[in-house]
């Protein structure tokens, strides 16, 4: 069966409940104290993680997931590569994938490159989208359904604050999309010039401009992080203001004691988060990071099972 995983629109619930089940497995070795044996499944593969964007976590996360699974993995910057001299984005990924490519892990500042390049690459190749523009990364959105499933067991009913720059956001798509399949009730939360108009209606979550009351109705938070690169001109005052007003800062950790606290990473501290919360130990920051491993192996793992 042939297996891509282009985002979490069109992935199959049974197919994300295996994922996060196997992950669950992934998990238990990494956290073993013993060195861990890991199933060589992807051994004679090849995978290319291709970012067009910077990124340190998802890089690392993918590399070390596929070198776990016995997968020989080639990494390149692409935004030194040809793609900048003229080469043609499709010519690049065809050269590159002509090197005997089995999987190619995107990362690319465009919305839709990973379904382009399923349209253009060979059927035999599988691709997985590492985050494409403001649309999708699934891996992160399985990688906080696990930390949050982790914490709770069932998030079924409860509520998730999503707080920050939703527009430009590819993890809110993306864990909205997956954890309203979970049944968890999501409320999103920030500045009207960053929430999209219609986005209640069309993702099917809660609008809410002030954040201390989202957080008294709230299980669990994620703030986001304002992403400058993505913002044509300043859709928010100042960052002092966007701190006081949206920002998880350590009086409110401390007035929501129990509310534990995600965030995709990079964070801008003393932005979304001051630095008695990004270090509190309600902040699941470096789990998540540690799930991300796990999940991505499972996803590997995935794209050759039966
Ligand atoms: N690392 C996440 C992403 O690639 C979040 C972020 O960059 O803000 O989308």
Redesign the pocket.
């Known amino acids: 069966m042939h297996r891509d995983l282009l985002g979490i629109r069109g992935l199959p619930k049974d197919d994300i409940l295996r994922i996060l089940s196997r992950s669950d497995h992934f998990i238990s070795l990494l956290d073993q104290h013993t060195p861990p044996i890991y199933p060589d499944v992807l051994k004679n593969r090849t995978v290319a993680n291709l970012f067009f964007?910077n990124?340190t976590?998802?890089r690392s996360s993918f590399e070390l997931a596929e070198k776990r699974l016995g997968a020989t993995s080639l990494s390149l910057a692409m935004q030194t590569s040809s793609v900048v001299k003229g080469e043609s984005l499709i010519d690049t990924l065809k050269v590159i994938t002509a090197m005997g490519i089995d999987v190619v892990v995107v990362?690319h500042q465009s919305a839709g490159v990973a379904q382009l390049l399923r349209k253009h690459l060979k059927d035999s190749i599988r691709i997985i989208n590492a985050?494409d523009g403001a649309n999708e990364?699934p891996t992160?959105a399985l990688l906080d359904a696990a930390t949050l499933i982790e914490m709770f067991g069932s998030v079924e009913g409860k509520r998730l604050t999503i707080i920050g720059d939703i527009k430009h956001?590819?993890?809110a798509r993306s864990n909205i999309l997956l954890l309203s399949q979970l049944g968890m009730k999501i409320t999103v939360v920030g500045p009207s010039t960053l929430i999209p108009r219609e986005f209640g209606k069309v993702f099917g979550v809660s609008v809410e401009h002030n954040l201390d009351r989202a957080l008294s109705q709230s299980d669990v938070v994620m703030a986001?992080?304002i992403?400058r690169e993505r913002q044509d001109r300043a859709l928010f005052p100042n960052v002092q203001e966007f701190r006081d007003r949206y920002g998880i800062t350590a009086k409110r950790c401390k007035a929501y004691p129990t509310l534990p606290i995600l965030h995709?990473?990079?964070a801008n501290r003393g932005v979304e988060l001051d630095d008695e919360t990004a270090d509190s130990e309600h902040s699941m920051m470096y789990r998540q990071v540690t799930r991300g491993v796990a999940v991505r192996m499972a996803v590997l793992e995935w794209l050759y099972s039966e």
């Open positions: 964007e990124s976590r998802t990362r985050g990364h992160q956001s590819r993890v986001l992080r992403q995709p990473g990079p």
